[in-house]
Nanobody
Framework: QVQLVESGGGLVQAGGSLRLSCVAS????????MGWFRQAPGKEREFVAG????????DYADSVKGRFTNSRDNAKNTVYLQMNSLKPEDTAVYYC?????????????????WGQGTQVTVSS
């Protein structure tokens, strides 16, 4: 029903920047809170950032606060994750997800739709 397509991942050196994009299908994008999660090898999926349906409220994991910026453009059905000052520990597969049922949440079980993931690798 809802497809999320991510892009923007890649390989960067520590201290570099990347901007991830997630484009959603459908006309109900503006009704969904959106979240970003990541999963590193051998580790559990963790919350990275969230944004309310209108973009007026954002939430960040402590590990990325001050370095990452979450935004959305509802006219383009797109959310963005600007990642600056990247660290090797940021290396993971990053997923965007849509949350149509709950208020903005840090729990991945609250998200119904997921992108395919995009690999972010930060070299030291």
């Amino acid at each position: 029903q809802v497809q999320l397509v991510e892009s923007g991942g890649g390989l960067v050196q520590a201290g570099g920047s990347l901007r991830l994009s997630c484009v959603a299908s459908g006309r109900t994008f503006s009704t969904y809170a959106m979240g970003w999660f990541r999963q590193a090898p051998g580790k559990e999926r963790e919350f990275v950032a969230g944004i309310s349906r209108g973009g007026g409220s954002t939430d960040y994991a402590d590990s990325v606060k001050g370095r990452f910026t979450n935004s959305r453009d509802n006219a383009k059905n797109t959310v963005y994750l600007q990642m600056n000052s990247l660290k090797p520990e940021d290396t993971a597969v990053y997923y965007c997800a849509a949350n149509p049922r709950y208020a903005n949440s840090r729990y991945y079980t609250h998200y119904d739709y997921w992108g395919q993931g995009t690999q972010v690798t930060v070299s030291s």
